[in-house]
């Protein structure tokens, strides 16, 4: 069973910061998504816990690091120079394949509740 628990989203004016963490069970393939209302759900960065590889969507590379604490057993997000686009809901996914595009929902079969950032100018 894996369980996966999203915390540290809230509000927060343009230029601010948040980190979301994520805490449960570790799979290979951990990764941040995010869905604005309307909006397809989207991959937002995705880390290879075993190699420590780390993959960033091009909206949010210099600006978010995905990272994980494997003493604690959580994922986070540091997400900086935050933008109003990035107000959206956010979760944290896991799976035990190699997900070959891992941006994509489908890539990963296990899912947090999410938590929600909203963003405002």
């Known amino acids: 069973q894996v369980q996966l628990v999203e915390s540290g989203g809230g509000s927060v004016q343009a230029g601010g910061s948040l980190r979301l963490s994520c805490a449960g069970s570790?799979?290979?393939?951990m990764a941040w998504f995010r869905q604005a209302p309307g909006k397809q759900r989207e991959g937002v960065a995705t880390?290879?816990?075993?190699?420590?590889?780390?993959y960033y969507a091009d909206s949010v590379k210099g600006r978010f690091t995905i990272s994980q604490d494997n003493a604690k057993n959580t994922l986070y997000l540091q997400m900086n120079s935050l933008k109003p686009e990035d107000t959206a809901m956010y979760y944290c996914?896991?799976?035990?394949?190699?997900?070959?595009?891992?941006?994509?929902?489908?890539?990963?079969?296990?899912w947090g509740q999410g938590t929600q950032v909203t963003v405002s100018s």
């Open positions: 880390l290879y816990t075993v190699g420590g590889l780390t």
């Open positions: 570790s799979r290979d393939w």
């Open positions: 996914a896991a799976s035990t394949r190699n997900p070959i595009i891992w941006s994509r929902a489908a890539s990963f079969a296990y």
